[in-house]
């Protein structure tokens, strides 16, 4: 697939695996796709953002307030200018929020505005996986 001229949202949520998406990330943009980083509060933890933007040659966007955000309604634009979301990892906490269409913080107001094709990577402990409430939430988000 030729990724040149097209625009990768990549979500980074809470988990460990967040060190994964680092080569992820550096692999998009040597395929010349452009790539958009948002990261939630607790994705910062892991990985600093300074990484990401290092590695995309992209702003990372955390804060839904942000000061220095543009005059655009930023989660908009780039919910808009996505062809392809990719939400890595994903974690149980994410996953819950996406499928009740809970939206208080930058990425999930983004994502849920998003009308691109939307691919999850979750990431957990095997019993938080395999726990009734995270399984409930994957049929909700794998039906739609
Ligand atoms: C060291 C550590 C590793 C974690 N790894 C995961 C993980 O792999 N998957 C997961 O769903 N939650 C993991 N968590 C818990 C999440 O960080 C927590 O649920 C958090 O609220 C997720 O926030 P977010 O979804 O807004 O990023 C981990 C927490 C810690 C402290």
């Known amino acids: 697939m030729n990724l040149k001229g097209k625009c990768v949202l990549i979500g980074i949520t809470g988990g460990i695996a967040v060190y994964k998406v680092c080569e992820l990330v550096s692999s998009l943009k040597k395929q010349g796709a452009e790539v958009c980083v948002s990261m939630t509060e607790n994705a910062t933890k892991f990985v600093s ?3 990401f933007e290092t590695l995309s040659a992209n702003r990372v966007v955390v804060d839904m307030f942000d000061p220095d955000r543009k005059w655009e309604v ?13 939400i890595a990892p994903c974690t149980a906490d994410f996953a819950a929020k996406l499928a009740c269409g809970i939206a208080d913080d ?5 994502v849920m505005a998003c009308t691109c ?7 957990m402990n095997t019993n ?3 726990s009734l409430s995270y399984q409930e939430n994957e ?5 739609r």
């Open 106 to 110: 930058f990425l999930s107001t983004t």
């Open 139 to 143: 049929r909700v988000l794998l039906a």
């Open 49 to 51: 953002p300074l990484t």
């Open 128 to 130: 938080m996986l395999n």
């Open 117 to 123: 094709p939307i691919i999850l990577a979750p990431a």
């Open 74 to 86: 930023e989660h908009v634009s780039l919910a808009k200018k996505a062809d392809v979301c990719v």
